[in-house]
Structure formats: C-alpha cells, structure tokens
C-alpha cells in the first residue's frame, strides 16, 4: 500500500470552476503536509504547506487538513488555464526530520 | 539567487557506463536531496544529506553513490549505469534550521537521464 495516495487524473475542469483534489496518508502521526504544482517538463514548485487542522487559503488556493480521517486536500477557486499542471502531495512524518513522502500527482486540466 | 541548479540538464548514457549528476545551491541550506521521478511513481527518494558531512539512503539508493562536497554541492553518482535507472532527477534542498515540520524543500530544474 502506498504511504500518499492521490488519484491520477486527469481532473478536467471548466474555466472558472473550483478544482478539487485530494490526497490520504497512511502514517498515523504525520505533521506536516505540502502542495506542489508540476508543470509538465518542470520541477515541482511549492504552492501551499498546511500542519494544523482545518482551512488554510492563500489566494485562489485552499489547503484542508483532516488529521483525523487521514486526508489533505486542495482547492483551486476559479481555475484558469494556467492552473493546468499536475499537484503532488507530500507529507513529513516525525519520524524522518526533513524527508517528505510525495504522491504520485494529480493532472488537473482546465478547459477554456 | 539562482536557487537550486543542476548540471548537466539531458544526458544518454549506454548500460554500464558512468556519470555523475551535479547539484549546487546558493541559498545557505544545510539539507540537501536527491530524487528520482518515474511515470506513475511520484518523487521517491534516493540519497539526502542532512547536512554539510552526513548522508544517508533514501528509499531508492541501490545503484547510485552520493557526495556532499561542500556545504552548496551534493553529487549523485551512477557508477554503471542500467536502463532501470533512466528517470529524471531532480535535487532538492531545505534549511532544516531545527523547525523539521516546517522546513520546505525546494527543487533545481532536473537532469533527463535515459540509459540504452
């Protein structure tokens, strides 16, 4: 079993529209939790970083954490084409100071 | 700031031959990373080093030696190279100043290794 699982995609989306994707961890005591985007042919950049329960909103963007039931997920409020990309989660477990585990990614696709 | 660069950007290697991936920063980051990216398989980890003098493996180390040459550079080495190791990697560092929950990595721009 995957220790971050996401769903592949892809995740198309109108323009305008909120994307929503999500992303469970197995290891129990987990703190800390990340969004990159990946443009295709590019690195991994940092969009959002959430360790407390609940929401966490920068811009367009929309991390929320449930530690509970295992799962992190990210919102993209009126998606553009530029959100285009794939979204890895990571996760840092107490454990292993600094090292992250990362998802397979998610595609999202806006459409015009 | 340049950030995280890594050399060369594309290489193609036959089976068993050598090459060394270089990686340097100039952000002052005590913790530098190597992955490996594959299709379906997300980031998986091959060798990181805490910090300037220390390494360790990752999930992935088979295949692949690592030096932290200073505190700015980290190389990864494939001493023979196989077809199982055509990837893109990339390099990582962080700041680890003591905050672990908090400490953000942030990547160079990768190097597409294919192996015939």
């Known amino acids: 079993q995957k220790e971050v699982e996401q769903n592949s995609g892809p995740l198309s989306v109108p323009e305008g529209a909120i994307a929503s994707l999500n992303c469970t961890y197995s290891?129990?005591?987990?703190?800390?939790f990340f969004w990159y985007r990946q443009y295709s042919g590019k690195s991994p950049e940092l969009i959002m970083s959430?360790?407390?329960?609940g929401d966490k909103e920068d811009g367009r963007f929309t991390a929320q954490l449930n530690k509970a039931s295992q799962y992190v997920s990210l919102l993209i409020r009126d998606s553009q084409p530029s959100d285009s990309a794939t979204y890895l989660c990571?996760?840092?477990?107490?454990?292993?100071?600094?090292?992250?585990?990362f998802g397979a990614g998610t595609q999202v696709v806006v459409t015009p | 700031n340049a950030g995280v660069t890594q050399t060369p950007k594309f290489q193609v290697l036959k089976t068993g031959q050598s090459m060394t991936l270089q990686c340097a920063q100039d952000?002052?980051?005590?913790?530098m990373y190597w992955y490996r990216q594959d299709p379906g398989m997300g980031l998986r980890l091959i060798y990181y080093?805490?910090?300037?003098?220390?390494?360790d493996k990752g999930e992935v180390p088979n295949g692949y030696n690592v030096s932290r040459l200073n505190k700015r550079e980290f190389s990864l080495r494939l001493e023979s190279a196989a077809p199982s190791q055509t990837s893109v990697y990339f390099c990582?560092?962080?700041?680890?100043?003591?905050?672990?929950?908090?400490?953000?990595?942030?990547f160079g721009p990768g190097t597409r290794l294919t192996v015939l």
């Open positions: 990582a560092s962080s700041e680890a100043s003591g905050l672990a929950g908090t400490d953000t990595q942030y």
């Open positions: 290891d129990r005591v987990s703190q800390s």
């Open positions: 959430i360790y407390s329960n």
């Open positions: 990571a996760v840092r477990g107490t454990d292993s100071w600094g090292k992250l585990q």
């Open positions: 952000m002052n980051h005590n913790s």
């Open positions: 080093s805490a910090s300037e003098g220390t390494t």
